[in-house]
């Protein structure tokens, strides 16, 4: 079995309920706030040691508490956290709401994940070198490359919504959109080598292979924040373990659901 590579980014998520999201011009009052680990990368890669892969985290955080908290926090996980501490510039942030129905808003506030430029990150044949885009474009495509080049498997999150070369969409295998981003994805006229588009609990889909969403019952749900990360860390766990994709799919489907019960983009996330 190979490793899960995670190159991404890591956050602080300051988390707020509300009764619902606020309009243009408009304050409402939030219930609670609380500060969560969070950022695309490092929800993946705590997906995948959920999943029982050996993980590697590379990413940036500031010269500050937060930074610190979160080493050790993925240390403690079983998380090999190489992370490049970046002076003068804080640890990336998040503000997210939440309303009743679950359903979510988030500004990101980039930080030290905007100084962030990984040039090897020590991928081999056997390895998934997972990828987001809450890290320079630039970056995101150096280490698709230099990864691909040395025999890793490449999966990119094509989230937050951005386009990469052509080159660098065609080395995915595969690329993770939702509905909204695969839209994006076509009207680009932009074709990976495979695709995974997901559909929340109604599952999600390789390449015209449909796997069945998990249903949670409305009471269990806590938040939906952090989901699609789940799906992504589990599915580069099932790929490293040479899972085929049926199998591939359902254990993503199933880390997707089980992480709206609880709050925050990972279990026990507080920082």
């Not at 937060?66 to 640890?91: F, H, K, S």
Request: aromatic share 2%; glycine share 12%.
């Amino acid at each position: 079995m190979g490793r899960v590579i995670v190159v991404g980014s890591l956050n602080v998520d300051l988390v707020t309920l509300v009764q619902r999201h606020p309009r243009p011009g408009e304050t409402v009052l939030g219930e609670s706030v609380g500060r969560f680990a969070g950022g695309k990368g490092a929800n993946q890669a705590v997906a995948a040691r959920r999943a029982g892969a050996a993980v590697v985290m590379v990413g940036a955080v500031g010269m500050d508490d937060a930074g610190d908290a979160y080493v050790r926090r993925l240390a403690d996980l079983g998380v090999d956290p190489r992370l490049q501490r970046i002076e003068n510039t804080p640890t990336g942030a998040a503000v997210i709401t939440i309303d009743r129905a679950g359903e979510n808003s988030i500004i990101v506030v980039p930080g030290a994940n905007g100084e962030f430029d990984a040039r090897e990150v020590g991928a081999g044949p056997g390895d998934v070198v997972l990828l987001q885009l809450e890290i320079p474009l630039e970056c995101v495509g150096r280490v698709a490359r230099e990864s691909h080049k040395a025999g890793a498997r490449v999966v990119i999150n094509l989230a937050p919504y951005a386009s990469l070369p052509d080159d660098v969409v065609a080395l995915a295998d595969p690329l993770v959109v939702n509905e909204t981003e695969a839209a994006l994805l076509a009207d680009a006229g932009l074709m990976p080598q495979s695709l995974i588009v997901t559909f929340g609990a109604a599952g999600a889909m390789w390449d015209g292979e449909r796997v069945d969403g998990i249903s949670v019952a409305e009471e269990e749900i806590v938040d939906s924040v952090g989901a699609g990360d789940a799906f992504c860390g589990a599915l580069a766990a099932a790929l490293a373990d040479g899972d085929d994709r049926t199998t591939a799919l359902c254990r993503a489907n199933a880390a997707g659901a089980a992480a709206v019960r609880w709050s925050g983009a990972q279990p026990d996330g507080r920082l």
